[in-house]
C-alpha cells in the first residue's frame, strides 16, 4: 500500500518552511529558510517576492527529496501565509512590479490618519471589521499604483494582479492557472466585506483600486486546482487548503468552538478567539476578522495583534548582538531574579491592539547602573507576555467570557520562561502543544480535509499537550508589574 502525505507550506514574515505529515499528523520532517528583510527607510519595510516564491519552492523539494516522497504520495497541499503582506505582478510576464511591502511596514501611515478623518472612514470599519492602519493591504495597493510610474494605467486594463502572500505563491505553483485567496486572507485587506463576503466595491472605489486586480475568494479548505507539473517532480499535487498564518495556528490549535482562544508568538504576537457564525463588534481596540470559511459556513473571530514580539529578540541579535541566538534566551532570563525595573516596549512598527497607536516609538526605561544584558533580555522577553495581556483583557472586555486557559503557539513558545511568566502576569494557565508550530498544523488540518483525507470532526484526537504553565505569582506583585509596563506604554505612545 503507497504511503500518502499531506505537505505544508508555512511562509512567514522572517522564514519559508514547509512540513511533512502522514495522514495521522505525525511530522516527519522539517526545512526551514530564512528570508531577508529590506529596510530602504525609517518605517518602510519590504522583501523580494521573487525570494518568498524562490525559497518556499526550494525548501518543499528539499524535504520530499530528503524524506525520500514521490509527489504522488502527496494528497494535497496547505499553505499559510504572513498576512497583509502586499504584492503586485504583471499578469503576462509574472514578474513583480515593486518589493513585496510588508505588513509592518508604515510609510502610508500619512494616508491612514488622513482617511480617518474622513467621514467614509466609519463604512471601512464597519465593512471590513478592521481599524483603518497602514498595518493592512488596502492603503499599501494605493500606494504602489500612485508612485509606480505607469502601473495605475495597466491595472485599469487588467494587466497587473494583487495578492497577499498565499495567492503569490498559489498563482506560481499552479503556473498562473489560479488567482485565488480564501476568506481569512481577504479579511485582512481592508477591501473584503466580512458582511456580504465580497470585494467592497465601495471601497474599492474609495481607494481608486480596479477590481480585475483582486482574486478570487474561495473556501479555506478545497480542491482548487494542481501544481503545474515539475514543480514538485513529474506528478501534479492538489493545492487543498489556505489559511492566513494567525487563523491557521487557531485551526491547528483545535479551537473550532465558541469561546476558544490562542496566541501565536511569532514575529508579532497574535491572539483570536473563536466567535461562531456572527461577527463581533470591538468596542477595546480588537479586530472582527474571519477565522475560516468550510461548508458553506463562515467561522468569525476577534483578534488582537501585537506587532513586534519575537522581532525584538531578532533586533537584540542582529543589531545590539546581545544574543548569539534566540534560544539563548531562555537562559539568560532564568540568571536573573527580575528585570531590575526595566521595560521594553518594542513599538518599532507603532502599538498594534488595543492601542492602535502608528506613532508610537520603541523604548527601554528603568536603566539604571545596576543593569546588565540580562535584565534587558529578560525584559524583551516580558514584554511579550505584557503585550499578550493588554489584548486578553480587552477580549474578555469584549466578549464577556473569562478565559481560564491560553493556547499557545509559534516559535517562542518554545521559552519556558516566557509561557512561565506569561502565566504569572494572567492569572491563568497557559498551555503548549507538542507540536507548537501550529500554524502549519493548521494548514495541513486544512489541506486533509480539502483533500478528503478526514473530516473537521475527526481533527481533535491530534492536538497533544506538551506542558501546562500554572500561575505561581501573587496578585500584588502582577499588579506591581503590570503598572510599571503600563506606565512604559504611556512613555511610548506619542
Known sequence: MIKKYILALDQGTTSSRAVLFDNEFNVLGIEQSETTQIFPKPGWVEQDATEIRETQIFVARKLISRLGVDSKQINGIGITNQRETTILWDKKTGQPVYNAIVWQDKRTSDLCEQINKDDF??????????????????????????????????????????????????????????????????????????????????????????????????????????????????????LSGIAGDKQAALFGQTCFDEGDAKNTYGTGCFMLMNT???????????????????????????????????????????????????????????????????????????????????????????????VDYRHIVRAALESMAFQTRDVLNAMQKDSGIEIGNLNVDGGASANNFLLQFQADILGVDVSRPEFVESTALGAGFLAAIGSGVCEIEDLKKFRKTDKVFHSNMSDSDRQGLCLGWTNAIDKARK
Not at 483603518?132 to 497587473?160: C, H, M, P
Not at 506560481?172 to 480564501?182: A, M
Request: proline share 2%; hydrophobic share 40%; glycine share 10%.
Open 276 to 370: 461562531g457564525d456572527k461577527p463581533f463588534k470591538s468596542k477595546s481596540g480588537l479586530l472582527t476578522t474571519i477565522a475560516w470559511g468550510l461548508n458553506g459556513k463562515i467561522t468569525y473571530a476577534l483578534e488582537g495583534s501585537v506587532f513586534i514580539a519575537g522581532a525584538a529578540i531578532q533586533w537584540l541579535r542582529d543589531k545590539l548582538r546581545l544574543i548569539e541566538s534566540a534560544s539563548d534566551t531562555e537562559k539568560i532570563a532564568f540568571e536573573v531574579t527580575d528585570s531590575a525595573g526595566v521595560y521594553f516596549v518594542p513599538a518599532f512598527s507603532g502599538l498594534g491592539a488595543p492601542f492602535w497607536n502608528m506613532n508610537a516609538i520603541g523604548i527601554i526605561t528603568g536603566l539604571t547602573a545596576g
Open 121 to 238: 472612514s466609519e463604512y471601512i470599519r464597519k465593512s471590513t471589521g478592521l481599524v483603518i492602519d497602514s498595518y493592512f493591504s488596502g492603503t499599501k495597493v494605493l500606494w504602489l499604483l500612485d508612485n509606480i510610474k505607469g502601473l495605475r494605467e495597466k491595472a485599469e486594463k487588467g494587466q497587473i494582479l494583487f495578492g497577499t502572500v498565499d495567492t503569490w505563491l498559489i498563482w506560481n505553483l499552479s503556473g498562473g492557472r489560479l488567482h485565488i485567496t480564501d476568506y481569512s486572507n481577504a479579511s485582512r485587506t481592508l477591501l473584503y466585506s466580512i458582511h456580504d463576503k465580497c470585494w467592497d466595491k465601495e471601497i474599492l472605489d474609495y481607494f481608486n483600486i480596479p477590481l480585475q486586480m483582486m482574486p478570487e475568494v474561495v473556501e479555506s479548505s478545497g480542491t482548487y486546482g494542481k501544481t503545474e507539473k515539475g514543480i514538485f517532480g513529474n506528478s501534479e499535487v492538489m
